[in-house]
């Protein structure tokens, strides 16, 4: 999946005329297939490695999923372009020898999916998955799991996605879900240029709104917190909430406003969810990382 994403941004680059090297990097989240995403205990550990390769000038961009990317970027860096955003979407992939679904053993690496399906199946079981999308639908196939839950984008991307996978529709993407992002040092201003003639700015405003509302309410991305917006006839629609890890709590928000409103909609949208109890909640997902 990230080698897809830097031959997309490379092929734009060099499209506008620009010579490029690719260069893998191996992130903490990828060296650590075992331990949950919540459980390691720090923001970034998709992009800490890529941040470290940009200030050290051993690279010129990065390029993430924005989804895994801290809403605070590394001192120095800056975002220089947001792709067209794919699906943002999840989709339960059963197993092929299962007809369960809703009180079933489901794995997922996440803890909002885990949540979310928490929320809606109280009977399930949840198993960690982590690992590339290969890995990660081998490991279902090679399982004794009812299904588990992916993005649509990293399927559609690998062109992977099965034909008995299953839109979950009421269940709220990651901030940035399905957003493409590309990051260079704050200094780059030949860079910044290049780049924005590949950024899409209605991607970037929808996410940024889902960014805010994120960082506002705990700022991690790793957290049970949704949200999407989307425009739709010329207006911002938004749906956002939090959930409890284990499920049993959720408080959400729904909110419609012009292009013209939505400077700090989502600082607004998280502040005014947080007023109506959201902090509670926020305070038991604290308490449950310090135990950990």
């Known amino acids: 999946m990230a080698l897809w994403q830097a031959h997309t941004v490379q092929a734009l680059l060099e499209k506008e005329g620009a010579?490029?090297?690719?260069?893998?990097?191996?992130?903490?989240?990828d060296l650590d297939l075992v331990t949950p995403l919540y459980a390691m205990g720090v923001q970034g550990v998709f992009t800490k490695g890529l941040d470290a390769f940009l200030l050290s000038n051993k690279i010129d961009i990065a390029v993430h999923s924005l989804k895994d990317v801290p809403t605070q970027l590394a001192q120095g860096l800056a975002q220089a372009a947001v792709l067209p955003r794919a699906s943002y979407k999840d989709l339960f992939v059963p197993h092929p020898r299962s007809t369960a679904f809703g009180s079933a053993k489901i794995a997922t690496g996440s803890i909002r999916?885990?949540?979310?399906?928490?929320?809606?199946?109280?009977?399930?079981?949840?198993?960690?998955?982590?690992?590339?999308?290969?890995?990660?639908?081998?490991?279902?196939?090679?399982?004794?799991?009812?299904?588990?839950?992916?993005?649509?984008?990293?399927?559609?991307?690998m062109e992977m996605r099965p034909d008995s996978a299953i839109e979950l529709d009421w269940m709220l993407p990651a901030p940035a879900q399905g957003a493409v992002m590309v990051a260079?040092?704050?200094?780059?201003?030949?860079?910044?240029?290049?780049?924005a003639k590949f950024n899409d700015?209605?991607?970037?405003?929808?996410?940024?709104?889902?960014?805010?509302?994120?960082?506002?309410?705990?700022?991690?991305?790793s957290t049970p917190i949704s949200a999407l917006a989307e425009v739709k006839d010329g207006l911002v629609h938004f749906r956002g909430n939090i959930l409890s890890i284990d499920g049993t709590e959720k408080m959400e928000i729904e909110k419609v406003c012009t292009l013209e409103e939505t400077k700090d909609a989502g600082v607004l949208w998280g502040n005014e969810l947080l007023q109506k109890?959201?902090?509670?909640?926020?305070?038991?997902?604290?308490?449950f990382g310090q135990n950990l």
Request: net charge positive; glycine share 8%; charged share 30%.
């Open 19 to 29: 010579k490029t090297e690719l260069v893998p990097v191996k992130s903490e989240g």
């Open 113 to 157: 999916r885990k949540a979310q399906w928490l929320n809606q199946y109280p009977g399930s079981t949840i198993e960690n998955l982590r690992g590339n999308v290969q890995t990660r639908m081998r490991k279902l196939e090679e399982s004794d799991w009812d299904g588990a839950i992916f993005a649509a984008a990293g399927l559609d991307r």
């Open 184 to 195: 260079c040092r704050a200094e780059s201003a030949e860079l910044f240029a290049l780049c």
């Open 201 to 221: 700015k209605q991607t970037a405003l929808c996410v940024q709104i889902e960014r805010d509302f994120l960082r506002t309410l705990m700022g991690g991305c």
């Open 277 to 287: 109890g959201a902090d509670k909640i926020v305070a038991s997902i604290r308490n």
